[in-house]
């Protein structure tokens, strides 16, 4: 079977059951619709459209991905760029392949072929702690990743777990209290008794113990009560134009995802259908009816 055939199936076959539109309300997509997306891969963005993207000098960069879980190949000659400093966000319907690039870079999926470059380093077949390590290259997990019966200090200890020495740990963990005085407060509280968003700054926190260059930022929102979503929002913001963070994220609710984002990523069946900046997705009839509740 050509890569072709095995992408249609794939896409009747998971794409019509349903995609996420504003605020992540269900909507059903018809077969009709799944035609059509399967014809916007045919004209997926160009190469020089992805590097005009992220500018001259890309800080992550994947190149013509081919990866899965076993046998199972999920992302389909998968290209991205993003520039230092930069944010993008993966938007898709279900089933797309969103979180398995996100599993690639960081070391969690099988990687038949192709390139994964992070600050000039190819990282392609690193482990996880090295990407972590050497790499500065940080994963946030979806949702309920915090150890619930360890104090939130311990929980950031944990974060710090590939520094050379627990005082090191301890360190970093005092210099995220001093940045987000919510935590610090409660530096002494189970995680479990936090509240949804200050979990969630937890989680965020504790990636930053090892002070990454690279966020990978699987659905910040899920979960949450509005409030806090644009909490943690403007958390990533504030990473991101402050500290000059790099992040790529997977977000279901796109309008917010495309909303922050410097640079869109449409996913459908392992490949990339379209690519603009945030705006110009927002902007686009085409995902305003799949991705944004019409
Ligand atoms: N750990 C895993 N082992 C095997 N298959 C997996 C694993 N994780 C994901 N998959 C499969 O890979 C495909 C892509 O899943 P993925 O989670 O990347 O999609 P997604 O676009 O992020 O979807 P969603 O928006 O529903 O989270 C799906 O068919 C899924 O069942």
Redesign the pocket.
Known sequence: MSDNEHEVS?TVS?ARISG?GSGGVETVISVEEVVKQVEAIADGPDQARIDALAGPDPYLSIEHLKA???K?Q?LHDFSLKVGKGQSCC?I??????????L?SIFG??NIFSGKVDVGGQDVTHYSSNEKLKNAGIAYIL?DKSVFGGMTVEENLWMGGYLKETTAEAKEAAEKIFEKYPRLAARRNHQAKVLSGGERRLLEISRALVMEPEVLLV??PSIGLEPRFIDMVFEILDDLQRVEGKTILM?E?NAKKGLEFADIGYV?VS?QTAMAGTGEELLANPEVGRLFLGG
């Not at 898709?92 to 690039?101: D, E, I, L, Q």
């Open positions: 794939v998971e996420y899965g879980y076993g199972m999920i993966l898709g319907p279900n089933g797309a392949g969103k979180s398995t690039v599993h969690f999926t979806q699987d659905e997977v279901q996913l392992g």
